[in-house]
């Protein structure tokens, strides 16, 4: 509860203004809960980097529990992979401080990656390039997340699109687009 709502705290104004009285108020416990456990702002930003890693990690494990056919594990992951970065970067973070946000993606990259790898395994050999023998099944996670990563940084306003271009690469059939309900 802490961590989340200081991850929030974050990527609303910035780490250069993150207060633990701000995280205390958004986290809805007192000042001595957070310096209690935090006692530093540096302890707190390295903590909230190792549950955001977690939390990536849980997510997907859970996935993996709901889809045993590899190539529907795929796909979910993929869409858990947005949907996931959508929640926790969002394209404001790159603008409320730019330096902070990048580092986060570049710390979080290679748990990611060892997190997807480990979690698709099989799944990975639907890729194409994978199933050809020209890529492993880590090259492949890594580049997903590149792919995904990129969209915080050269941002599409339709996260479906970002879906439809990791699909494609995937080698995954395209799925026709839901109609807009008036």
Aim: proline letters at 5%; glycine letters at 4%.
């Amino acid at each position: 509860m802490i961590l989340a709502a200081a991850g929030r705290t974050i990527r609303a104004r910035g780490p250069e203004k993150l207060t633990l009285s701000a995280v205390a108020a958004a986290a809805g416990v007192s000042r001595p809960t957070i310096y209690r456990w935090f006692p530093t702002k540096a302890l707190l930003l390295g903590a909230i980097t190792a549950y955001e890693v977690e939390q990536f990690d849980i997510g997907l494990q859970s996935l993996a529990a709901r889809h045993r056919d590899p190539g529907r594990r795929l796909d979910a992951a993929l869409r858990y992979l947005v949907n996931y970065l959508d929640d926790s970067i969002s394209a404001d973070s790159i603008h409320v401080d730019a330096e902070f946000a990048l580092q986060g993606l570049a710390d979080a990259l290679q748990p990611h990656v060892e997190s997807l790898a480990r979690v698709l395994d099989d799944a990975l050999d639907e890729v194409p390039t994978v199933a050809a023998g020209t890529a492993t099944r880590r090259q492949a996670a890594e580049m997903f997340l590149r792919i995904a990563y990129s969209h915080y940084l050269v941002p599409d306003p339709d996260a479906e699109h970002l879906l439809a271009t990791m699909r494609a690469f995937a080698g995954l059939p395209r799925r026709r687009r839901r109609p807009a309900h008036a």
